[in-house]
C-alpha cells in the first residue's frame, strides 16, 4: 500500500512539472514576437506540413499563371484551387489503404528534415508517372492494361502526325520534346483520373489525397475534354441545350465510358474508335431500332443507308481550324456547324453507311514550328473526322418537322452534307471518301 502512495505521488508530482513546463512556454510563446511554435513529429515532417493548412499557407509555392481559357473553366465549373490547398493532406487520408502506406514509400524525400527544401530532397512529387514502379505492386492489371491505352501513349495523335509525316517521330529526340510539349499535357497517369485534377489545369488534390476509384467528372473528365465534349454535354453554349443523358438523367461519365476503356487492354490500338469497349447507344437502347417510322428506315432497314445515332440528335458541334501549334489564315478557327459524310472507317461495331464528322485543327504546315515545314502524306488522311457529339437531344433541328412535310425537307433539302464546296483546295484530296455529291 506505501509502494502504491509513493509512486503515485512520483507520477503525480512528474505530470505537475510537465503541466508547469507547458503554461510557462504558452506565456513565452504568446508573448515573445520571435517565438517559434515546436514542430511535433508524428510519422514524419512530411505529415507535419501537409496536413497543417496554417504552415502550408506559408511554405506553398506560388501558383503558375493560367491562361485565359483554363481561367474561365476553373472559374465557370470547378473552384480554383489556392497553392496550399493544392498539395493540402486531410487527416481522413490517413485512415485510408493509401493513407497507412509511410509517405516515403511513394513519395521519398527526407521525412526527419524539418525544413521544406531539405524535406523535398530526392522528392518523387507525382509518383504515378512511374506506375510501374509505384502502382503495378498493387495494381498489375489495372496498370498492364493502361500501359497501351490511349490516355497513356496519346496513339491517336501519334499515329496522326506519323502517317501523314510519313516516318516515326518518337525517335527523333527535337520531334518528341516539341510533341510532349504541345500535346503531352493530355496523357493521363493513374493519379491525373483517381487522386488529383490533370496537368491540364494546373493540378491539385480532388479531395486532399484520398483516390477515388470513379474519376469526378468535372475535375477530372471535362478538365481535359472541356473544349468539345464538356461544355456541350453540361449545356454551356449559349442557343443549345445540355445532353439529354445530363439533363434528364444526370448521368456522369462513367455511366457510358467503362474502366475497361478508360484503362485500355495490353492490346495498344490506333485511335479511339478501334477499341471494343466503346459504348454504343444500343447498350441501352436496343429497342428503339423499330420504334418509329423514321427509325425502321434509317436504321433497321437492311435496304436503306444506315445512320449513326448522332446524325438525327446531336445539335450543332465544335469544328476547329487553327491548330495549337501552328497559324490559321481562316479567321474562324473554332466555330459550330454540323456535317455528314460517309463512313470512312466502317466495321461490325460501326456499320453505318453514314456519320456525324468535325472538322479538326491540321494543314500541311501545322508542325512548322517543330521543324516540319510541310507533311508529304498530308492527303492520306481526313481533315473531317468521325465525330460523336455529347449533346444528344430527341428533338434537333433534323428531327423536329414542325411547319414541314417530314423529315426529308429538314435534312435532304439543306447543306448539312459534306460536299467540295465545304473544302479548300489544300484538303480536296485527302476527304474524298467523305464528300456527298448532291444535285
Not at 485512415?95 to 514509400?105: L, Q, S, Y
Not at 469497349?277 to 436496343?286: E, F, G, K, T
Request: glycine fraction near 6%; include cysteine; aromatic fraction near 8%.
Amino acid at each position: 500500500m506505501a509502494f502504491n502512495i509513493k509512486r503515485r505521488r512520483r507520477l503525480t508530482g512528474g505530470l505537475l512539472l510537465i503541466l508547469l513546463g507547458l503554461f510557462f512556454q504558452n506565456c513565452t510563446d504568446k508573448h515573445s514576437p520571435t517565438a517559434t511554435p515546436p514542430i511535433v513529429l508524428e510519422r514524419s515532417s512530411c505529415e507535419h506540413c501537409h496536413l497543417n493548412p496554417a504552415l502550408l499557407k506559408q511554405t506553398a509555392t506560388p501558383a503558375e499563371t493560367h491562361s485565359d481559357q483554363i481561367q474561365e473553366y476553373l472559374t465557370e465549373l470547378i473552384p480554383v484551387l489556392e497553392p496550399w490547398e493544392k498539395v493540402r493532406v486531410k487527416d481522413d487520408f490517413l485512415n485510408t489503404p493509401h493513407g497507412r502506406i509511410e509517405c516515403v514509400a511513394c513519395h521519398h524525400g527526407e521525412p526527419t528534415v524539418q525544413d521544406k527544401a531539405g524535406a523535398h530532397v530526392n522528392l518523387v512529387s507525382v509518383p504515378s508517372d512511374s506506375p510501374q514502379v509505384y502502382c503495378r505492386p498493387c495494381h498489375q492489371k489495372q496498370v498492364v492494361n493502361h500501359e497501351n491505352s490511349l490516355h497513356s501513349q496519346l496513339t491517336g495523335f501519334l499515329n496522326g502526325i506519323e502517317t501523314r509525316l510519313g516516318n516515326p517521330i518518337t525517335t527523333d529526340a527535337n520531334l518528341m520534346a516539341n510533341f510532349q510539349t504541345d500535346c503531352g499535357k493530355c496523357h493521363a497517369t493513374c493519379g491525373q483520373c483517381h487522386l488529383q485534377r490533370p496537368l491540364a489545369i494546373q493540378g491539385g488534390f480532388i479531395d486532399g489525397h484520398e483516390f477515388i476509384r470513379r474519376p469526378l467528372q468535372q475535375e477530372n473528365c471535362i478538365a481535359c475534354h472541356q473544349s468539345r465534349i464538356g461544355i456541350e454535354y453540361l449545356g454551356e453554349v449559349g442557343g443549345y441545350s445540355p445532353d439529354v443523358h445530363w439533363q434528364k438523367h444526370g448521368f456522369s461519365c462513367g455511366i457510358c465510358h467503362s474502366p475497361e476503356e478508360m484503362h485500355g487492354s495490353e492490346q495498344p490500338y490506333e485511335h479511339r474508335l478501334a477499341d471494343p469497349n466503346l459504348p454504343r447507344c444500343v447498350d441501352c437502347h436496343s429497342d428503339l431500332q423499330e420504334a418509329n417510322h423514321f427509325h425502321l428506315v434509317h436504321v433497321a432497314s437492311p435496304w436503306r443507308s444506315k445512320l449513326a445515332c448522332q446524325v438525327c440528335h446531336a445539335q450543332d458541334y465544335v469544328n476547329c481550324n487553327g491548330c495549337h501549334t501552328g497559324a490559321s489564315e481562316n479567321p474562324e478557327r473554332i466555330y459550330r456547324d454540323f456535317k455528314i459524310a460517309r463512313n470512312y472507317l466502317k466495321s461490325s461495331t460501326r456499320a453505318y453507311d453514314y456519320v456525324c464528322v468535325r472538322h479538326v485543327p491540321v494543314t500541311p504546315a501545322t508542325f512548322a514550328s517543330w521543324g516540319i515545314a510541310t507533311l508529304p502524306n498530308f492527303a492520306v488522311a481526313p481533315t473531317w473526322k468521325y465525330a460523336t457529339p455529347h449533346n444528344i437531344q430527341r428533338w434537333t433541328t433534323r428531327t423536329d418537322t414542325t411547319g414541314t412535310r417530314n423529315c426529308f425537307d429538314k435534312c435532304h433539302k439543306t447543306d448539312y452534307y459534306l460536299t467540295l464546296r465545304d473544302l479548300a483546295d489544300y484538303e480536296r484530296e485527302a476527304n474524298q471518301a467523305l464528300i456527298i455529291e448532291t444535285n
